[in-house]
């Protein structure tokens, strides 16, 4: 079992950045793939971006390529995702998830789950 926290959500005015953290407990992060997440009502839960279970390779959405960072701290277990230059659309509940995933960008894959963080971007 994999509990997951997320913590750094917020308001705060376009251009401006946040950094989400996702505390993990039960098991080590390295042994999984994790990833970031976000959903808007009435829309599906859209992939972010995801790290690697190995730490080597991350992946990003089109979208935020160039804006956020996603990074993972082994010794805190803990996935950041550091967003700059947020813009309104960004606005979204966004969760962090981990699992054993061969294809990460896909939430469905996912079996742990944090509660989400509000992130909203005024104009």
């Known amino acids: 079992q994999v509990q997951l926290a997320e913590s750094g959500g917020g308001l705060v005015q376009a251009e401006g950045s946040l950094r989400l953290s996702c505390a993990a407990s039960?098991?080590?992060?390295?042994?999984?793939?994790t990833g970031w997440f976000r959903q808007t009502p009435g829309k599906e839960r859209e992939f972010v971006a995801a790290?690697?279970?190995?730490?080597?390779?991350?992946y990003a959405a089109d979208s935020i390529k160039g804006r956020f960072t996603i990074s993972r701290d082994n010794t805190k277990n803990t996935l950041y995702l550091q967003m700059n230059s947020l813009k309104p659309e960004d606005t979204a509940v966004y969760y962090c998830?981990?699992?054993?995933?061969?294809?990460?960008?896909?939430?469905?894959?996912?079996?742990?789950w944090g509660q989400g963080t509000q992130v909203t971007v005024s104009s």
């Open positions: 998830a981990a699992d054993r995933v061969a294809a990460i960008t896909i939430p469905s894959l996912y079996h742990y």
């Open positions: 790290v690697s279970s190995g730490g080597t390779i991350t």
């Open positions: 039960g098991r080590t992060l390295s042994s999984y793939a």
